[in-house]
Every structure is written in C-alpha cells, then in structure tokens.
C-alpha cells in the first residue's frame, strides 16, 4: 500500500525524551529496534533538565551522586550507538489505530508516523510554558512575544520587557543588560524585569548580581501583574501591569520575554482511547501495556498496584516493555534474553569490540 508523502514509517515511537524515555530507546536499541523520538521541549532532558537541572540525584544505581544534567548527558551517550531520530518541540496531537495495526501519529508540527509500537513515557505530561493570560497577547506569539529565546541578538537594540521570577528570567536580564557595559553587538536597548513581587526564586548569587544591577540603574524592575496589551499598527508596543498598590501603569516594548517556568499538562493523551485511572494510564505489569495491544506506557504517565514514581522504577519498566514489544514488532522471531557483557550480537549493536574484551 503507497503511503501518502511525508509519513515516517518506523517500528517504534518513544512520546517524550525524559531518562525512562531515553532507557526506552536504549532497551529498544538493543532489540535492534531503532526509535524515533518526539518531545515538546526543545532538548531532551524532561522533568531532570526542566526541574533539577543542576540538583543532586542520589538514588540512580551505581551512580553516587549526578545532576539532573549529568545524568541525561550520560543517557544520551548511552543511545548514541542506536540513531535515535528527535522530533523536538512538537507534542503529539493525534493517534490513531490502523486497519493493518500500526498506529498513524501526528504531532502539532504536522510531522506524521506509521508505527508499529508506540511507548509512553511522557512523566506527568508535556511540559509546555507558564503563560500571561492577557487578551490579545497570544497574537503576536513567536514574533514579539518568546517563551523561550533562541539567541541573544532577537533582542539587540530593543527594549525588553521580561517576565518571571526564577534562574532564566533573571539570567537573561542580566545577559541582555551585561552587554551595556562590553560592547556586546547584542545588548539591549532597556531591560525591565516585571514580577508581582520582589522576591525572587532565582539562586541566591544570580539574584544578588539582580539587585546590584538594578540599584545601578542598568536594569529596571516593576512590581506587579499584567492585565492588558497595547498596540498600534498591530504591533505590540507596551504591556499594561497593575503594581502592589493597585495603580495600572503601562511599560513600552519591542520584546517580551515571559520566562516563568513550565508546567506539565496531559494534553490530547486522554482523547486517545487508552483506560486511565487519575490522569495515569492503566497498565499491566509484564509488559507494562496499556489497554490498547501496541501502546506501552511507562515512568510517571503510567499506575498500576505498587507504582512507585522513581526514575529507577521507570527504568525497569522500559525494559519489560521493550521485551513485551517484540512480538508485534518481529513475530516471526523469537526474543532471547542475552547479556552485555558476553553477548557478541549486543556488542556489535553498541560498537564493542568483542576481541578486545575476550
């Protein structure tokens, strides 16, 4: 059957690139099953990059001590050996079960699979933006308005304004307004920080350099929330904030930068059929899948009898999901359990030399 221009076809597709949905490809890569990946961050990492980038990690086997950081960065050298493709920044919008059995998934990019098997591992949902609920702002999103940034020079020689109150927000105000003082093709016109209050959740040296900068008069802070837009030429020219003591006043822009973090939403996952027990999806415990033959879940997204949400259980549930997998992805083969460390087949997928260790 001639599939329509575009699809990807592919055994298996991992939703969501946190460490179980990394293991994921891993367990999957050493069924000799190449992945492809989508994630709605821009960068693999999920809750570890997102929530406790730079924070200890203690209880990951054989690994005393990691960052959130360390422990993706080691993950992703451990698929290395396996192609994995990412599709980032996009969130699957659709799924849907063929009449041949594999599953025809669409992201919001319009990027579109065939796949025979679909793992999630999207932790506690996909992570997407903490925006300001102010009408009229959604238009002039990915022009004037960013939640994330992608370079520095998006903001040279404009005045910005800057949402926000944790490490990213006040970096960038102080990255955008360091350039004030070293010539930096890039600096700002005026930077402003707005947050309803001045305190700030920023590591305790970041927020020092903040403060110091502001009494310099080289960054400037309001206090308060915003409650309208203002435009003309339908361009977004200032951005109306009411401050602690009630008074509405307005801020001009060029660019606004609402950094306030991200927050885990389930999304379209609960249009797909699957049976779910307090936004989790119901599996079993052999193979960890889900009421629908083929769709696996595992880590966070998933609950059955003595779940315990740790990255370590997650990991195991990778590993019986990648086995529970096979016989829909090659049922004319039968899976053995072979072992790293004496298996020549398993050496050759991970780019071991097999004599060298003999």
């Not at 102080?174 to 003082?181: F, N």
Request: with cysteine; net charge neutral.
């Amino acid at each position: 059957m001639a599939l329509p221009a575009g699809i990807i076809e592919t055994d298996a597709l991992v939703i969501g690139a946190g460490p179980v949905g990394l293991f994921q490809v891993f367990q999957l890569g050493l069924q000799d099953v190449k992945t492809h990946v989508v994630d709605a961050l821009p960068a693999p990492g999920g809750q570890c990059i997102e929530l406790y980038a730079d924070k200890p990690i203690y209880d990951i086997p054989a690994i005393p001590v990691c960052t959130g950081r360390e422990l993706v960065a080691k993950l992703m050298a451990q698929i290395a050996p396996f192609g994995a493709s990412f599709h980032l920044g996009q969130i699957v919008t659709t799924l849907q079960k063929q009449d041949d059995g594999r599953f025809l998934v669409e992201t919001s990019k319009s990027t579109r699979f065939l796949s025979k098997t679909v793992f999630i591992a999207a932790g506690v949902g996909a992570f997407q933006p903490r925006t300001l609920h102010v009408d009229g702002l959604a238009t002039f999103e990915g022009t004037q308005l960013l939640h994330n940034v992608p370079d520095a020079a998006v903001c040279a020689n404009r005045n910005v304004v800057i949402f926000g109150d944790g490490d990213e927000a006040l970096e960038w105000a102080l990255k955008l307004c360091a350039a004030h003082t070293d010539g930096h093709p890039h600096k700002a016109k005026r930077v402003t920080l707005v947050h309803r209050r001045d305190a700030f959740s920023a590591a305790p040296q970041t927020v020092e350099r903040f403060r110091t900068l502001v009494q310099q008069g080289h960054i400037h802070f309001a206090p308060g929330q915003a409650v309208g837009i203002e435009t003309v030429n339908e361009r977004l020219t200032g951005i109306q904030i009411v401050d602690p003591e009630g008074q509405t006043r307005s801020l001009p822009l060029e660019m606004l930068l609402v950094l306030q973090g991200l927050s885990p939403k389930l999304g379209p996952v609960a249009q797909w059929g699957l049976d779910m027990e307090r936004k989790q999806l119901q599996v079993d415990t052999e193979a960890f899948s889900t009421s629908v033959p083929g769709i696996f879940a595992v880590g966070d997204i998933n609950t059955y009898p003595g779940k315990k949400k740790l990255i370590l259980c997650g990991f195991h549930e990778a590993t019986l999901a990648a086995f529970g997998a096979m016989p829909i992805i090659t049922p004319e083969k039968k899976v053995l359990l072979q072992y790293t460390t004496t298996s020549p087949k398993l050496h050759k997928l991970l780019g071991v030399d097999s004599q060298k260790l003999a």
